[in-house]
């Protein structure tokens, strides 16, 4: 027997799961944030739907809310402010009014009404106010603070003219004269958000599920495919019809020497048999992401030339993990496998094949790995938060690479190409070292190599 269709109108207004209850993760993570806080501080969402502060964008956009208040909230909608006091124990939710004529055209959205508790029963949040009440608010609890003190707004300090620096702007203006200071709520943000609970944990194993099954279905229909376009439509076609949300970032399907532009978007070239094809894809699973790359070949065969390269790179990414734990930060070992890779180039490629190399890049083409967290790259985007110190439960990519053009001799022939090429899984941190989630999505050359019919 079918079972019954659940209607959600609010699916993509509100981010839940069917794993958990997200209305108690969000409240929780509100709770923690009080307590992180000595005085009141508002959070602001994004002021404005995408595209819509330009004249020449007259379509709809999909909706990229702001992490830290998706993440204290769950609320995925402009035009909403969430304001946490300490002293009090209050959180008070402000959106905007109710607009019938708007979710008309675009659907159901979170909007204030007189004596209507929508909002609240959605979100979980019981005192909820429309968005025009907010200044007076904030003139209110600035005005029963202490001679000297402070509020607080999330912004970064090293970054100017986003949202949340507009947003810090209009409560300087809103304070002037008050005496009270103005603070940035981010790093007391951070301390909470990087660390994974169990509920995301969970929503991350099952987004590595999700892109392993997708993976291996496309792997072997590789000969149906004639350009980077079709194959990465398939790849993301199988992820999305198994998951509860969106790509975790535009799809990545680089052939040849197109994998040499570490984001490559055109995706509109040929797939070249002999070749290798980088792959760069995830999908969404309630608020966290899978964060996967692959390098295999379009005819399904590693050339000695490939497979030599790739060997290398995946060498390099087991030697990083022996670092990976507790304690230490990825500035601290970020430069273990750009050094192991330049060793094996030496060892294994100049020495063992009479090969060279002409790398694009000086030793280190990039960071080997970022948080992974509301964000696919997680982490104050001022420093990538890479002098924080790994905790358990944290999620991190692992991700070396190789670019550039390269020359071996193999069986008496000499074979020379440029390749780029990248392998990428996701490690979960925990007290003894990590768990690698992603470990079951295929990756060695044999087992790739038969997934593909060779």
Not at 4 to 10: D, E, M, T, W
Request: hydrophobic content about 40%; some cysteine.
């Amino acid at each position: 027997m079918a079972s019954k269709a659940v209607s959600r109108p609010y699916s993509q207004v509100f981010i839940d799961s069917p794993r958990y209850n997200s209305r108690n993760l969000y409240r929780k993570r509100r709770k923690a944030m009080l307590k992180e806080l000595d005085s009141f501080c508002v959070i602001a969402g994004i002021p404005a739907d995408p595209g819509s502060e330009e004249a020449y964008v007259q379509t709809w956009n999909k909706m990229v809310q702001e992490p830290a208040f998706l993440f204290l909230t769950g609320i995925n909608q402009a035009g909403c402010y969430l304001l946490l006091d300490p002293a009090t124990g209050e959180e008070i939710l402000f959106v905007p009014p109710k607009d019938p004529f708007r979710e008309f055209w675009n659907g159901k959205r979170l909007g204030y009404l007189e004596g209507d508790c929508d909002v609240a029963k959605v979100t979980g949040i019981a005192d909820v106010r429309s968005e025009s009440e907010l200044w007076d608010e904030i003139a209110m609890r600035a005005s029963r603070l202490p001679e000297g003190g402070h509020a607080y707004a999330y912004y970064f300090e090293k970054f100017r003219d986003d949202h949340n620096d507009r947003f810090r702007k209009s409560m300087l203006k809103s304070l002037r004269g008050t005496g009270i200071s103005l603070r940035s709520a981010a790093a007391l943000h951070w301390k909470l958000r990087l660390p994974l609970e169990p509920e995301r944990i969970a929503d991350a194993e099952a987004a590595q599920k999700v892109t392993d099954e997708a993976f291996r279905t496309v792997l072997p229909m590789f000969a149906e495919f004639k350009n980077e376009r079709e194959l990465a439509l398939r790849l993301d076609y199988e992820m999305q019809r198994r998951s509860d949300g969106d790509l975790a970032f535009p799809t990545i399907a680089a052939c040849g020497k197109n994998a040499c532009c570490l984001h490559y978007v055109k995706k509109d070239e040929p797939l070249v048999s002999g070749e290798l094809v980088l792959l760069d894809f995830g999908i969404r699973m309630g608020s966290l992401h899978s964060d996967i790359s692959r390098t295999v070949p379009v005819n399904g065969k590693f050339d000695p030339l490939q497979k030599l390269l790739y060997q290398i790179v995946l060498d390099s990414a087991a030697e990083y993990q022996k670092f990976v734990k507790p304690g230490v930060s990825l500035r601290d070992i970020g430069q273990v496998p750009w050094d192991y890779i330049m060793e094996q180039l030496e060892t294994r490629l100049v020495q063992g094949a009479k090969g060279s190399y002409e790398l694009l890049y000086d030793r280190r083409p990039h960071g080997v790995s970022h948080f992974i967290g509301e964000q696919i790259h997680e982490g104050d985007p001022g420093s990538r938060s890479l002098d924080v110190v790994l905790e358990p439960g944290m999620l991190i990519s692992c991700e070396p690479g190789l670019y550039g053009k390269f020359s071996g001799v193999f069986g008496g022939r000499r074979i020379t190409a440029q390749i780029g090429i990248r392998i990428e899984d996701d490690l979960l941190v925990t007290k003894s070292g990590f768990i690698n989630v992603s470990k079951h999505i295929p990756k060695e050359i044999a087992e790739i190599e038969k997934l593909m019919g060779r």
